[in-house]
C-alpha cells in the first residue's frame, strides 16, 4: 500500500480526515476530505488542491466535502457542510446552489448534505442532514423538495437522508437515519415505507441506515446500518437476511457499516 498524507510539502493530500473518494468520467481521481478538494495526479502522485477562496466567487462555496456525484463529461455535483456545488471541469469553476428563503424551487436547507444520487434519467437526488430530499432536474431547473409529513404515511419516514440506490424499475430506494427504509415509486410519487417490526425475523434489522447498495446481477439490496451490520433485501420474497458481528467466518467484525461496494 501506498500512504497519502496531508503535510507541509507541495501536492499533498489537503486533510488526513476523508470523507469521500470518487472516479470522475474520465477516469481521474477525486478525494474530498474535511478541509478541501483534491485532484490525484497519477502520473506525479500528487494532489491539485481546491479550496473556499473569498477573493473569487467561481472558487469551491466550502472546503468540507461529504460526498461526490459523477455528473459526466469531467463535472462533478458535491455536497458540502454548506449546500451544493457543481464543479464545471471545462470552465474549472464552482457553481454554488444555496437556499432562497423567497423562492420554494431552491435548495431547502443550506446546512449539511449526506447523500447524492444521478439516477438513469439525469436527476439529481440530493439527501439533507435534516431537511428530507431535493429533487433536481437540469432541464427544468428547480428543486423538489420531499419530507416528513406525520400525517401521510406515503411520505418520506424521516428527513435525515443517508443514503439512495436506483433499482432495475427505475424506483429509488432512500435510507434514513432513524426511519429505516424507503422505497420512492416513480409512477406514484409515493413512498414505501420498510421497518423493523418486533417479532418478524425477516424484517428489517434496524432504523439507522448508512449505505445502501443495489445488486448488479439481482433485484437484491444490500443495507449498511449503524450497530446492526448489514441486511440484503429481496424484494421477491419481501424478506431481509441479517449478516451479523461474529467470530465465524461468515459474519462480520464490526456491527457499524459504512460503506459498501459489489
Not at 163 to 188: H, M, Q
Not at 233 to 248: D, L, R, S
Amino acid at each position: 500500500f501506498k500512504r497519502f498524507k496531508s503535510s507541509s510539502q507541495p501536492g499533498s493530500l489537503s486533510n488526513n480526515f476523508v470523507n469521500v473518494v470518487k472516479e470522475d468520467s474520465y477516469g481521474n481521481v477525486w478525494v474530498g476530505t474535511k478541509n478541501g478538494l483534491n485532484l490525484y495526479d497519477p502520473v506525479t502522485q500528487s494532489f491539485k488542491e481546491y479550496k473556499r477562496d473569498e477573493a473569487n466567487p467561481a472558487s469551491i462555496g466550502n472546503n468540507e466535502i461529504k460526498t461526490i456525484e459523477n455528473a459526466g463529461n469531467g463535472n462533478l455535483w458535491l455536497g458540502t457542510l454548506n449546500g451544493l456545488e457543481f464543479f464545471n471541469a471545462d470552465k474549472n469553476s464552482f457553481v454554488h446552489f444555496k437556499n432562497n428563503p423567497f423562492d420554494a424551487a431552491s435548495l431547502s436547507s443550506n446546512g449539511n448534505i449526506e447523500s447524492m444520487l444521478l439516477d438513469n434519467q439525469g436527476v439529481l437526488w440530493v439527501g439533507t442532514y435534516q431537511g428530507g430530499i431535493n429533487k433536481y432536474d437540469q432541464y427544468l431547473n428547480y428543486f423538489d423538495l420531499f419530507r416528513n409529513n406525520i400525517n401521510d404515511y406515503k411520505s418520506l419516514s424521516h428527513n435525515k437522508v443517508t443514503s439512495f440506490a436506483e433499482n432495475r424499475d427505475g424506483d429509488i430506494w432512500v435510507g434514513t437515519d432513524g426511519g429505516g427504509l424507503n422505497l420512492w415509486k416513480r409512477w406514484s410519487k409515493d413512498f414505501i415505507r420498510y421497518n423493523p417490526e418486533t417479532g418478524n425475523k425477516n424484517s428489517l434489522a434496524g432504523w439507522g441506515i448508512l449505505c445502501l447498495v443495489q445488486s448488479k446481477n439481482s433485484d437484491d439490496l444490500w443495507i449498511g446500518m449503524y450497530g446492526n451490520c448489514i441486511d440484503r433485501y429481496n424484494p421477491k420474497t419481501n424478506k431481509f437476511k441479517h449478516y451479523t458481528k461474529g467470530a465465524a467466518t461468515d459474519q462480520l467484525n464490526s456491527d457499524y457499516v459504512y460503506a459498501l461496494l459489489e
